[in-house]
C-alpha cells in the first residue's frame, strides 16, 4: 500500500457561518525514520521503525520540559513522538528549520516504554500517553520520570483528549469504552462501558466553558457527551449515523463542526437544543 498524507484548509462561509474543506496539498510516503541509527543498532536492514503517536506544544508555554534546550535557540514548537520500538521522544523544532526528516530535529528528551504508545497529549509539563495495553503513561521530560496507570482500558487506549475545564483527560479504547481520569487526584473518575457498538477510534473537545466531548467508532456513529455530577459522570447528549466509511479521525474545524475523516471525509454540524444540553443535532 501507498503512503499517502494529504494537507486541507478549513474556510469559513461568511453568508451561514459554516465551514468548507479546500485541498492544500498531498505528500506521498510522509514516514520518517531514523534509518541511520536504526542501522547502527541491528544487523537486519528491514528492521520497521513507526511513529505511532505525537503531540505538539510551544516551548516558550512549557520552559520546564525544555530545560536542555540551547539558550539561543530559536526554536519555537516541541514535539512528542513516540516510536514503535517501544520509545517516547521530544524534539524541538526551530521555526526557520528546513529539514523535514525526523532524526534532523534535536532530541530534547528520551524515555523508554513497556508497550507501545499510541495516542498523546501534553498537560503541565508532562506528556501523558496511552499504549496498546491499556495503561496511561504520565512522563516528565524534564526529571525523566515516568508514573503508570494500569487498566484504564482492557485493551489500547486509541485517543485521548484534555479537557482543561473538567481538569481532566479523556480516553476512548478498542474496548468500546470511554474513560475519565481526573488529573488532580489522578484517579479514574468515570467509565462508560460500550459508549461505541465498536473501538472508539478518535475523540476532540468542542467549546471551553461548556465543552462537548464527541466521539468517533468503528460503528460509523459521532457521539456528543457531557459532563456532569461531582464524580464526573459523562452523559451522551446526541448521536447521528456518519457517512464515512471506517472513521479513523476527528477534529474540530470550526465553532460548531466537527470533521471526521476515514474512507472518506464529513463535516458534522452540532447545535445544542437547549441551555441544559439535553438534546443535539447534528
Known amino acids: 500500500a501507498r503512503s499517502i498524507m494529504t494537507a486541507w484548509k478549513a474556510v469559513e462561509d461568511d453568508r451561514n457561518g459554516h465551514y468548507s474543506l479546500e485541498y492544500l496539498s498531498a505528500f506521498a510516503n510522509p514516514t520518517v525514520c531514523k534509518w541511520d541509527v536504526l542501522k547502527s543498532q541491528a544487523s537486519n536492514d528491514t528492521v520497521d521503525m513507526r511513529v505511532t503517536a505525537l503531540a505538539l506544544g510551544f516551548s516558550r508555554e512549557r520552559v520546564s520540559i525544555t530545560q536542555n534546550m540551547d539558550r539561543d535557540s530559536t526554536a519555537d514548537v516541541i514535539v512528542a513522538i513516540a516510536l514503535s520500538t517501544g ?34 497529549v501534553f498537560h503541565d509539563s508532562r506528556v501523558w500517553a496511552g499504549t496498546t495495553n491499556g495503561e496511561l503513561i504520565a512522563w516528565n521530560p524534564g526529571t525523566g520520570h515516568v508514573d503508570t496507570y494500569p487498566a484504564i482500558h482492557a485493551c489500547g487506549v486509541n485517543a485521548m483528549a484534555l479537557v482543561p475545564s473538567w481538569n481532566a483527560i479523556v480516553t476512548g479504547g478498542d474496548d468500546q469504552s470511554l474513560s475519565v481520569f481526573c488529573l488532580s487526584s489522578r484517579t479514574q473518575r468515570c467509565t462508560v462501558p ?89
Do not use: F
Not at 517516547?88 to 504508545?117: F, K, N
Open 194 to 282: 460500550n459508549a461505541h457498538a465498536s473501538a472508539i477510534k478518535d475523540l476532540c473537545v468542542l467549546g471551553e466553558d461548556r465543552p462537548v466531548l464527541c466521539t468517533i467508532g468503528l460503528d460509523q456513529y459521532l457521539r456528543a457527551w457531557r459532563v456532569t455530577g461531582h464524580d464526573m459522570t459523562l452523559t451522551c447528549i446526541g448521536s447521528a449515523l456518519l457517512q464515512v466509511q471506517e472513521p479513523a479521525a476527528c477534529c474540530v474545524t470550526g465553532p460548531s463542526t466537527i470533521t471526521v475523516v476515514g474512507r472518506g471525509i464529513e463535516q458534522a454540524v452540532l447545535t445544542i437544543k437547549d441551555r441544559r444540553g439535553s438534546g443535539l443535532t447534528m
Open 87 to 120: 520509545e517516547m521522544e521530544l524534539r524541538r523544532i526551530p521555526c526557520t528549520h528546513t529539514h523535514r526528516r525526523l532524526h534532523d530535529w534535536p532530541l530534547v528528551a528520551q524515555a523508554p516504554t513497556s508497550y507501545p504508545v499510541i495516542s498523546m
